[in-house]
Nanobody
Framework: EDLVEYGGGSVEIGGSLRLSCVAS????????MGWFRQSPGKDRDMVAS???????RYQESVQGRFTISRDNQENTLYLEMNNLKPEDTATYYC????????????????WGLGTQVTVSS
């Protein structure tokens, strides 16, 4: 697989998780990349992304709680998630996009298989 996610699981409300996405060595880590999430019956939406320029963007609902980062040396994209809420429950997907930005699912060229995050009391 070109992108493989790790780090999902079950956590209590207010807890933290760190997701990792390891890209194959053939992937260009300088590309715009992002984390998307999807829950049953809903669209797959961008949660956090990093542009080719390095600028980061966040969905408003996670602003201040989630942090996206990448380690080009390790070919890894991260998503640090703090103060998790039940509405954060979803399958999280790592994505690599073809353009300067990675904010729309239609711009994604490569998807990971996803990792489940469940937040409950």
């Amino acid at each position: 697989e070109d992108l493989v996610e790790y780090g999902g699981g079950s956590v209590e409300i207010g807890g933290s998780l760190r997701l990792s996405c390891v890209a194959s060595r053939y992937m260009d880590m300088r590309a715009s990349m992002g984390w998307f999430r999807q829950s049953p019956g809903k669209d797959r939406d961008m949660v956090a992304s990093v542009d080719k320029s390095g600028r980061t963007r966040y969905q408003e609902s996670v602003q201040g709680r989630f942090t996206i980062s990448r380690d080009n040396q390790e070919n890894t994209l991260y998503l640090e998630m703090n103060n998790l809420k039940p509405e954060d429950t979803a399958t999280y997907y790592c994505a690599s996009c073809g353009g300067d930005y990675c904010v729309s699912r239609y711009a994604v060229h490569y998807w990971g298989l996803g990792t489940q995050v469940t937040v409950s009391s």
